[in-house]
């Protein structure tokens, strides 16, 4: 239930306060503060099979420049999972600059 993710954040994240006093910066985000477009966002997720769903000029993205991050074969990681589509893609990630380019 909601109130028991309220109850844990507010005993273990913040030690018992209820409002949060500082923030950490995610040195890993973007500093453009601009969203993925949507083609951009699938782009990101879709496997290699799928590419041909988008519009051409994305799937020659994804077989020329960002071609090694779209591997036609890789592993997976159950992780204590039994069916493969609970799995873990052991992909590389991809550089955002590049990807943005």
Known sequence: ?????DQN???NLLQGRITIDEFEI???C???NVPYTPFQQLL???PTRSIGLLPDSYAEIAGGVLKEY???DFEIDLNGRALPWEAICL???VDENLFIQ
């Open 1 to 5: 239930m909601i109130s028991d993710i």
């Open 9 to 11: 954040i507010c005993e």
């Open 26 to 28: 995610d040195m890993n």
């Open 30 to 32: 973007s500093t453009t």
């Open 44 to 46: 990101s997720i879709m």
């Open 70 to 72: 779209f591997p036609p």
């Open 91 to 93: 992909i590389p990630f």
